[in-house]
């Protein structure tokens, strides 16, 4: 049979396109609506089997003023920053003891990872006990602030 002789060639143009009724091939009420309409509805089964967990709750984001992020450093990259620390009179050098506060440089955790070479005196908020232990290994020591001195320090900074 030839192209031009079928059904769906020969009806194109006419209103009906060949359906009968205009209004049973129309628009999207043959569809069942548009996108997601009648997604509770009529089009139910198909959302609970090909779309689990579309509708309902996704948890929850804590709103960014109650956040409290801690910025933290690691003994070893203390270490490393160290001459740049003192040459931008960030840390003081006294004998051979350097002292860092790290509450004033915006630090608030002082960590564990990597070695300590030289004998440091840290003001920290925090500090594991691997960092404590590596830098009063290697000579120096580790003054943790308590949360009234915290407060005290964050009322001059301010």
């Known amino acids: 049979m030839a192209?031009?002789?079928?059904?769906?060639?020969?009806k194109r143009g006419t209103r009906s396109c060949g359906y009968g009724n205009t209004q049973k091939h129309r628009g999207a009420g043959s569809r069942g609506g548009h996108g997601m309409a009648g997604s509770k509805k009529h089009k139910w089964m198909h959302v609970s089997k090909f779309m689990p967990g579309y509708?309902?709750?996704k948890g929850f984001k804590r709103?960014?003023?109650i956040l409290f992020e801690t910025?933290?450093?690691?003994?070893?990259?203390?270490c490393r920053q160290i001459p740049?620390?003192?040459?931008?009179?960030?840390?003081?050098?006294?004998?051979?003891?350097?002292?860092?506060n790290l509450t004033d440089l915006g630090y608030g955790k002082l960590l564990g990872s990597g070695a300590v070479t030289q004998k440091i005196e840290v003001t920290v908020n925090a500090a594991s006990a691997k960092a404590v232990e590596k830098v009063e290994a290697a000579g120096g020591s580790v003054t943790v602030l308590s949360p009234t001195e915290k407060a005290d320090s964050a009322e001059e900074t301010s």
């Open 55 to 57: 509708f309902g709750g």
């Open 71 to 78: 910025e933290a450093i690691n003994v070893g990259d203390l």
């Open 3 to 10: 192209q031009k002789d079928r059904k769906n060639q020969s």
């Open 84 to 100: 740049l620390l003192v040459a931008a009179k960030h840390a003081e050098k006294t004998g051979d003891k350097i002292r860092i």
């Open 63 to 65: 709103h960014t003023n």
